[in-house]
């Protein structure tokens, strides 16, 4: 003797994959949430540099978020030094941004068998492959991949 239905079993078993998938989808919603609130603290504690003191670049381009968080914590770690700092994405940096830096970082991350993330092609097509591409013979740089 059974005490639930074959059909009743199903309805059980929808209804539980249902809500696992919404407490997953809510788990994910709020690490992002919280990420960015990390993320907004971070950037208010950078003070902006002083006239004439142009900040050092860091960008950053990741598929994860691992490169992302190693530029705030560089550009962290270059505040406390005394030395200001700006964070952009390469998918938000502009050529006459990157023309008007002296000192920049790039920090990118690759994926699979080294694959460029997704937030680099932007970049590369909007900056590096246009037909205005910026000076950058003043462009004091380094790269962390």
Do not use: K
Not at 69 to 92: D, E, F, K, R
Request: with cysteine.
């Amino acid at each position: 003797m059974t005490l639930l239905s074959d059909d009743a079993l199903r309805a059980l078993a929808a209804s539980g994959t249902v809500l696992t998938y919404v407490a997953l989808c809510a788990g994910t919603w709020r690490a992002h949430r919280a990420r960015e609130a990390r993320v907004a603290r971070a950037a208010a504690a950078l003070a902006p540099a002083a006239a004439g003191v142009r900040p050092v670049l860091v960008a950053h381009a990741s598929q994860t978020g691992n490169a992302e968080q190693i530029a705030w914590q560089t550009a962290q770690a270059l505040h406390t030094a005394g030395v200001p700092a700006c964070i952009a994405s390469l998918s938000q940096l502009q050529a006459d941004e990157l023309a008007a830096t002296e000192r920049a970082l790039f920090i990118v991350s690759t994926y699979g068998e080294g694959d460029p993330p997704d937030a680099a092609a932007p970049f590369v097509r909007r900056v590096m492959g246009g037909e205005a591409r910026p000076a950058l013979g003043g462009l004091h740089c380094a790269v962390l991949a």
